[in-house]
Each structure stands twice: as C-alpha cells, then as structure tokens.
C-alpha cells in the first residue's frame, strides 16, 4: 500500500486468507498453497486449529476477536493468539504433539503428493517434550490469562486413549505441579483431526 509515496506494509490476515483460499478449486488450491511461505502456513495452521478447538472447548470465545499475534511484536514474545473469552482478553499458546520420524515422512509425502505413508510412533515422548519445552518459555501477556493447547496434528496422530488417561492417572499430580511452575493457567489436550477435547488440566 503507498501512503504519500512510502510503502506501508499491510498485516497478512489468516482469516482473510482463509476466505479467498476456500473458493479456489482444488487444483490452484495446492499451487496456492506451494507459493505460500512458511511463516505465513505456520499462522494459518494456528489459527485454524484455533478455531476449531474454540468450537470443541466449550469456551465463550468470540469468533470475530481471533487474532495471531505476531511473536517479534515483544520481548519475551506474545503467545500465539488472542481473543475475547466471556468478554475478557485472554492469550492461547499452541503446541503440535508430532513425532519427528512422521513429521518428515508427512513433509515427504506431501512434496510427492503421496496420501498414504505411515511408521511406528511413540505417542508418550512426543507430548512430554512439547509441554516441557512449552512450560520452560516466557510470554508478554500483560497480566491477561494465558492457556496453552497441545494438539495432535500432523500424519493423524490421534492418540490412543486408554494409554492416554492411564499416563494421566499415574503423573497427573506433578503434571499439575509443573503448571503451576508456568505461565499457564491449565493445559489443554485437543485432537484436532477428530474435532474434540481430550483432557484439560487446570493449575
């Protein structure tokens, strides 16, 4: 944009990408996307899983507040997105639970345009590294809430669930414990390829 002969740089808008990219058919979809740079799919993947898990939390969260937030904007960084939550400012912090090997494998397959592709996964060490590397980090909130959302994403890594609620039952106590040692007011647990909370554990 050029105000008085300078360039004004223009904030890319998740949302408003989102719009134009839906209306595209399939074919210009991918090329869309290919063109697209990796900052820019990282901020769209987020606010997308945002607003899906928004939907599934039960929160009172107002969709038209949804914002990304830009992490240089601060110092230490802003967390991931913003919006209003009954009416409140709160911040979201989000996590993808993936194991390295399938990530890559996911990375591969997709530059072939290969739908199937698999390998063995451990769903315990994937999910402890993200939260722990989560909780050590400081965010710029301004005293305003912050939760943080640990999604199960890429390669459709929905875990299994007796596993899942048995970790839980046996660490929840010192999960709990390293919380409250974070900026975090609780932690959330969302599948975001089944579109559903799993667990959610508060300070």
């Not at 900026?183 to 799993?198: A, E, G, I, M, N």
Request: hydrophobic share 40%; proline share 6%; glycine share 4%.
């Amino acid at each position: 944009m050029w105000e008085n002969g300078v360039v004004a740089k223009v904030k890319w808008e998740p949302a408003a990408f989102h719009l134009w990219y839906e209306r595209l058919p399939i074919r210009k979809r991918v090329q869309a996307w290919n063109d697209l740079k990796g900052d820019r799919k990282k901020l769209y993947i987020e606010w997308k899983t945002f607003r899906a898990f928004a939907i599934a939390s039960g929160l009172d969260i107002d969709p038209r507040s949804v914002e990304t937030c830009d992490p240089n904007a601060a110092a230490p960084p802003l967390p991931d997105v913003r919006c209003l939550v009954s009416g409140e400012l709160e911040y979201f912090e989000l996590g993808e639970v993936t194991a390295e090997d399938l990530a890559r494998k996911a990375s591969i397959a997709m530059k072939n345009r290969q739908s199937v592709y698999g390998g063995v996964v451990s769903q315990r060490k994937p999910l402890v590294r993200i939260f722990l590397k989560k909780c050590r980090n400081r965010y710029t909130t301004n005293g305003r809430p912050l939760q943080l959302i640990l999604h199960f994403a890429v390669g459709h890594q929905s875990p299994i669930e007796p596993v899942l609620n048995a970790d839980l039952l046996k660490w929840r106590d010192r999960l709990v414990e390293r919380i409250r040692r974070s900026p975090f007011s609780c932690v959330w647990l969302y599948d975001d390829w089944q579109k559903r909370v799993l667990v959610r554990l508060d300070r």
